[in-house]
């Protein structure tokens, strides 16, 4: 199926952020849900490491239940977090497949190596600000993180 | 904070009087005016919710430290009542259960160790598991595991790591009961394998510090400190375990409010009766999660020994005492003449008993508990004593608070020039991420000086000691 178009958007409005006191708030964009998350999960591993200097050679894939689409992103994010916690690895490129209330995500990255930029460690995902909608055909899901 | 709204009852007391029709509890604010007016709206915002949730016993309470957190303020005290479908709150507790501050004092003073602290801090760094992607030494079966959630610094200390008079001074002797370890899911126990023993980032740390000024000769005295001592403080939590159980527990919560009959007027907010299924299964895990974080800070306790006695080898580091800031713990309080058996939550917020309280070890029997609230990595921290009658459920600050955003202090502040500046006045600082170090710069915390006088003006806690930060690990 060919996915929606997209409209324009900048590259570095994919991914976004926003003030909170004591953590971080963070944003994704797309065409569709999925995206939005992709890109969620992106702003976060930004936060952890410069995403650009990851190499995305492996493969983790990571699935759940859920039917409340907001909660989805808080377990899509803490599931990445302690798969990429459990493996010792960073990711920087992620997919996301939904049928109906199952989700199937694909991490890509690749373990922890010295001269990668050890940024701020998440800790996880929260139910603070959070919100997943669609405004003129774009989707955003955002949360604060917990540092 | 507009704080044209409230109402002052005493000069370090506040409240915020109610509407016609507004059924909650008591609104309390401590701290003073220029304090409170420091603070976030989100505050107020919050600390009124907490005081609408079922079962609440005297009034919502934010410490002087108090700041924007998740459904509770962080600074935010709140106590339930079980027999009056009180509640149990996965926000009120904190995603990162029984975090806290390990503090040990030494046998050294800062003018025999200086020309050793340089040596000192490099070998912390080396020795201290810290920051992002960094794992511990110890890996975990889940059996393993399961040993360290039920039994916290007993299953640490009896693995080799510290000493069993370590115990005597850990809130609830270094292990919670009622702890469920298979109530703690398989995903919070795989984030866990290779994070015992770890600091973790963000504003965690371990610093030697130098006792600079005593406020209370007699109490130093009791706590073992004196002018120019170097003493250790390690402020971690239960790490990735803690906070998957945090979410868990919130999100089941959430769903199941409908059904319990609980208003929720923010979802972070969502809590279960504590008598209920829910509710207890929550205690359960918990409880597992604080014993995993006094386990952590044990075995970080050995380490930090361990290198101390290479750079000095007739050093001596004794535990002062270990203090949790993100728990609710089942108590008795006096309230209004009766004894209440209360479930008081402590958000950011620290423990405070005062002298004569059963719980403390003889030593601080005539003082009250050490407390200690964690400034930044450039001005310094506090130790206190708990103080009779305490007016918040025996409950105080437990550290300065951000006064800016992370990505404020990230415009404003580079890792590497703080580091550098730091040095030049005396603190060295270890790192492996400079952009941690620039959002934990010490212009982002509000003044510790204030929040501690502020809490000793209040009748929350008295001052003892400050302490100036000489090393610095952070993640």
């Known amino acids: 199926m060919t996915p929606p178009s997209i409209h324009p958007m900048s590259p570095d409005k994919v991914i976004d952020y926003f003030e909170h006191d004591a953590d971080v708030g963070i944003v994704g964009r797309g065409a569709t849900l999925e995206q939005a998350f992709e890109n969620a999960a992106r702003a976060m591993f930004a936060i952890i490491t410069n995403i650009d200097a990851v190499v995305p050679k492996t493969v983790i894939t990571v699935e759940f239940e859920e039917t409340d689409p907001e909660l989805a992103l808080v377990i899509w994010l803490n599931h990445i977090l302690g798969t990429a916690r459990q493996h010792g690895m960073v990711f920087n490129h992620f997919q996301l497949r939904r049928t109906h209330n199952h989700w199937l995500g694909e991490l890509h990255g690749e373990p922890w190596r010295d001269n990668l930029e050890r940024g701020t460690e998440v800790k996880g995902a929260t139910l603070t600000m959070l919100s997943v909608q669609s405004t003129k055909g774009i989707w955003e899901a955002r949360c604060v993180v917990d540092v | ?475």
Not at chain 2, 22 to 41: F, I
Not at chain 2, 110 to 125: E, H, K, N, V, W
Not at chain 2, 168 to 182: L, T
Not at chain 2, 258 to 274: D, F, K, M, T, V
């Open chain 2, 1 to 475: 904070m507009d704080i044209s709204q409230l109402q002052a009852l005493q000069p370090y007391l506040w409240t915020l009087p109610k509407t016609a029709h507004e059924e909650r509890a008591e609104v309390l604010l401590y701290g003073s005016q220029p304090l409170l007016k420091s603070m976030d709206e989100k505050v107020l915002e919050q600390i009124t919710n907490v005081a609408t949730l079922p079962g609440i016993v005297g009034a919502a309470m934010a410490m002087p430290d108090a700041h924007w957190g998740y459904g509770f303020p962080i600074g935010g005290v709140a106590a339930f009542d079980a027999e009056q479908n009180g509640v149990i709150s996965a926000g009120g507790v904190g995603f990162d259960i029984s975090c806290g501050i390990r503090c040990l004092r030494s046998n050294l003073n800062l003018a025999d160790a200086a020309p050793l602290l340089q040596q000192l801090a490099d070998r912390l760094f080396e020795t201290i598991p810290a920051g992002v992607g960094v794992e511990g030494t110890l890996q975990f079966t889940p059996q393993q595991l399961d040993q360290v959630l039920a039994y916290g610094a007993h299953w640490a200390v009896k693995q080799g790591y510290g000493d069993t008079a370590d115990l005597e001074f850990i809130e609830e002797n270094g292990c919670v009961a009622g702890a469920q370890p298979y109530n703690v899911s398989t995903l919070a126990k795989q984030r866990q394998q290779g994070e015992m023993g770890t600091l973790g980032s963000g504003n965690h740390y371990l610093e030697v510090q130098v006792v600079e000024h005593i406020y209370d000769q007699a109490t130093a005295q009791a706590f073992g400190l004196h002018q120019g001592q170097l003493l250790v403080s390690i402020h971690c939590g239960s790490r990735g375990l803690g906070h998957q159980i945090g979410t868990e527990y919130l999100m089941m919560f959430v769903k199941a409010a409908n059904q319990l009959g609980i208003h929720l007027p923010e979802r972070e907010l969502a809590c279960a009766p504590i008598q209920s299924p829910a509710g207890q299964q929550y205690i359960g895990a918990m409880q597992a999660a604080t014993n995993c974080a006094l386990a952590n800070r044990q075995i970080l306790t050995h380490l930090a020994r361990e290198t101390f006695g290479e750079i000095y080898p007739h050093a001596v580091l004794e535990t002062l005492f270990d203090v949790s800031h993100n728990t609710c713990k089942k108590e008795t309080h006096e309230f209004h003449g009766q004894t209440r058996t209360l479930y008081v939550h402590r958000k950011g917020a620290t423990r405070a008993f005062g002298p004569g309280h059963p719980q403390l070890p003889a030593r601080y029997q005539t003082t009250g508990q050490p407390i200690i609230i964690g400034g930044s990595m450039g001005t310094g921290s506090y130790i206190l004593a708990g103080m009779e009658n305490n007016p918040a459920f025996a409950s105080c600050s437990h550290g300065a608070g951000r006064a800016i955003s992370r990505n404020q202090a990230l415009k404003k502040w580079q890792g590497k020039e703080l580091i550098k500046e730091l040095k030049q006045q005396g603190i060295l600082i270890r790192t492996r991420s400079m952009r941690g170090a620039a959002e934990e710069a010490p212009g982002a915390y509000k003044d510790v000086d204030i929040v501690a006088t502020d809490t000793e003006k209040a009748g929350l806690a008295r001052r003892v000691a400050f302490l100036k930060p000489k090393v610095c690990i952070k993640g």
